[in-house]
């Protein structure tokens, strides 16, 4: 069985793995105050041109949304998110369990508008007993979204315009976010990443690395404090080196940019062949996760040799699978995949 269900299935990079190996007799300081960790963050602010920015090492994703987030929100306040956000369909209701509510909204194609933003806060600012609700004290995005859609540089930066006139952070959930700027579709840098939002992650998790998410702030007031969040949270790893070590790596030599761009242009080949094939998609996607629809036909076939997610049953009775590339995805599997997608 070839498995294209999600995009950490293996391991971590070599180059971590022979790392991680040749430190582990060392004896450092714990809680992240080591050298590698230090030089994985320098490595980070100066690839984000950010020397201002502070950076914190998480072990996930969910741990890091939900730190994030409960530092930033006062105890009557919620967070808007696009209605498919992980933070609302896939984290069992993480954010709702440190007392606050996730503002929903958004579009099919699980991205926010910067408008659907300014409505939701106006609203609730122009409201006679606004008091009587959830304020909304934040923004959360992710890119890419669930979905696989991706933002342009416009539109983010429009949303991060939308959140400084109206005085609310704006977070990226970048879980994935190496896989959305190496896609060649793509328009942003990390640099436009850290330059329009406030706070936001860089996923290793699901990009290369054992485990872990590198948290970037810009904003000062989202610094005040932060390891103290983290701690009280959990989130404060004893053996912190194990996170500094494996961004220290993936941050030398662009490894990080080239393991997901390798993902992307492989997921692109795919949503190719599917096209060529006259199959269609759930959602235009560019990044490494692709949503195509099949007959029940062509799912039974194609889940005889491949391992995919089932995203539902359409009302015709098609099937939405999700395919997903990572940085570790074998070339000969994505041409295996296309000549059995070419016979279908």
Same mark, same amino acid.
């Given at each position: 069985?070839?498995?294209?269900?999600?995009?950490?299935?293996?391991?971590?990079?070599?180059?971590? &793995?022979?790392?991680?190996? $040749?430190?582990?007799?060392?004896? %450092?300081?714990?809680?992240?105050? !080591?050298? =590698?960790?230090?030089?994985?963050?320098?490595?980070?602010?100066?690839?984000?041109?950010?020397?201002?920015?502070?950076?914190?090492?998480?072990?996930?994703?969910?741990?890091?949304?939900?730190?994030?987030?409960?530092?930033?929100?006062?105890?009557?306040?919620?967070?808007?998110?696009?209605?498919?956000?992980?933070?609302?369909?896939?984290?069992?209701?993480?954010?709702?369990?440190?007392?606050?509510?996730?503002?929903?909204?958004?579009?099919?194609?699980?991205?926010?508008?910067?408008q659907?933003?300014?409505?939701?806060?106006?609203?609730?600012?122009?409201d006679?007993?606004?008091?009587?609700?959830?304020?909304?004290?934040?923004?959360? &995005?992710?890119?890419?979204? $669930?979905?696989?859609?991706?933002? %342009?540089?416009k539109?983010?930066? !429009?949303? =991060?315009?939308?959140?400084?006139?109206?005085?609310?952070?704006?977070?990226?959930?970048?879980?994935?976010?190496?896989?959305?700027l190496?896609?060649?579709?793509?328009?942003?840098?990390?640099?436009?990443?850290a330059?329009?939002?406030?706070?936001?992650?860089?996923?290793?998790?699901?990009?290369?690395?054992?485990f872990?998410?590198?948290?970037?702030?810009?904003?000062?007031a989202?610094?005040?404090?932060?390891?103290?969040?983290?701690?009280q949270?959990?989130?404060?790893?004893?053996?912190?080196?194990?996170?500094?070590?494996?961004?220290?790596?993936?941050?030398?030599?662009?490894?990080?940019?080239?393991v997901?761009?390798?993902?992307?242009?492989?997921?692109?080949?795919?949503?190719?062949?599917?096209?060529?094939?006259?199959?269609?998609?759930?959602?235009?996607?560019?990044?490494?996760?692709?949503?195509?629809?099949?007959?029940?036909?062509?799912?039974?076939?194609?889940?005889e040799?491949?391992?995919?997610?089932?995203?539902?049953?359409?009302?015709?009775?098609?099937?939405?699978?999700?395919?997903?590339?990572?940085?570790?995805?074998?070339?000969?599997?994505?041409?295996?995949?296309?000549?059995?997608?070419?016979?279908?």
């Open positions: 069985m070839i498995r294209f269900e999600c995009d950490y299935t293996e391991g971590a990079h070599e180059n971590i &793995i022979k790392k991680l190996v $040749e430190t582990n007799f060392e004896q %450092t300081a714990g809680y992240g105050n !080591d050298p =590698y960790t230090e030089s994985a963050k320098a490595k980070i602010r100066k690839a984000c041109n950010r020397p201002d920015a502070d950076v914190h090492f998480l072990v996930g994703g969910t741990q890091a949304n939900i730190t994030v987030i409960a530092s930033i929100l006062k105890h009557h306040q919620g967070v808007i998110s696009a209605h498919t956000g992980h933070i609302q369909e896939h984290e069992t209701g993480a954010i709702e369990a440190t007392g606050h509510r996730i503002i929903t909204t958004g579009n099919d194609d699980g991205k926010l508008t910067a659907q933003i300014i409505d939701i806060y106006d609203s609730h600012m122009n006679s007993i606004r008091e009587f609700y959830v304020q909304p004290g934040m923004v959360y &995005i992710s890119h890419p979204t $669930e979905n696989g859609t991706m933002y %342009t540089k539109e983010i930066e !429009d949303i =991060y315009a939308a959140c400084k006139e109206r005085n609310i952070p704006l977070f990226i959930d970048g879980a994935r976010l190496g896989y959305g190496m896609s060649p579709k793509s328009d942003m840098t990390l640099e436009d990443i330059n329009n939002s406030d706070v936001f992650y860089i996923g290793g998790t699901k990009v290369g690395a054992l872990g998410e590198a948290v970037v702030i810009t904003n000062e989202v610094k005040k404090d932060f390891r103290y969040h983290i701690k949270r959990g989130g404060l790893l004893a053996k912190g080196r194990l996170l500094g070590i494996q961004f220290d790596v993936l941050f030398e030599d662009n490894l990080y940019f080239e997901s761009k390798h993902a992307a242009t492989l997921a692109l080949d795919i949503k190719n062949a599917f096209l060529e094939k006259g199959i269609p998609f759930r959602y235009d996607s560019d990044s490494n996760q692709q949503f195509p629809i099949l007959t029940k036909e062509q799912y039974e076939t194609i889940t040799k491949y391992s995919v997610s089932y995203n539902g049953e359409l009302p015709d009775g098609r099937v939405v699978v999700r395919f997903c590339t990572s940085w570790a995805t074998k070339e000969e599997d994505v041409k295996a995949l296309i000549e059995d997608i070419k016979a279908l």
